[in-house]
């Protein structure tokens, strides 16, 4: 007999019985709805792993990485097979841990940004990692100058 199955957009537990009442008279069924364990239809849209990974750019291991570290955890895993879903809410916030990679954020600071829920601190994060970049590439700038200047010296060196 199945454990779980989906009726009306909900994933139920289920029980077993051979008689079940309905309408007060005595009716032989193969399974009884113990209780709801999840309601699709309350969440929209949800997507397995592989059509999240296509929409959002992020990889299997990645997600896998993420809901070890809490940073993006699937909003349901079906307990028949361990399928991860992931929904609309998902696809913004992995979206803006796209953007936060690309942008040079850490781990530690993209789950700041995640934990924050109302990313109030979004903006004012963002400009001060912008600082730092700027920082960091006039710190290079000045490291290819001296470089620079170091075969400058070597050249002047052998002409004499």
């Not at 809901?67 to 079906?78: G, W």
């Amino acid at each position: 007999m199945k454990e779980y199955m989906y009726a009306n957009d909900r994933l139920v537990r289920l029980t077993d019985s051979s008689m079940y009442f309905y309408n007060n008279s005595k009716v032989e069924v193969d399974y009884v709805v113990h209780y709801i364990l999840y309601d699709f239809s309350e969440v929209g849209d949800m997507y397995r792993v592989g059509e999240f990974c296509r929409m959002t750019g992020l990889s299997k291991e990645t997600l896998r990485y993420y809901a070890q570290i809490k940073l993006l955890e699937p909003v349901y895993i079906d307990p028949r097979n361990n399928y991860r879903y992931y929904d609309n809410g998902s696809y913004l916030v992995a979206r803006l841990l796209v953007y936060l990679r690309k942008f040079d954020f850490s781990i530690q600071e993209m789950l700041t940004v995640v934990n924050d829920e109302s990313f109030e601190h979004l903006e004012d994060l963002i400009k001060e990692k912008r600082r730092n970049l700027l920082q960091e590439v006039h710190r290079l700038q000045t490291t290819i100058k001296e470089m620079d200047e170091f075969f400058e010296m070597e050249k002047g060196d052998e002409e004499k």
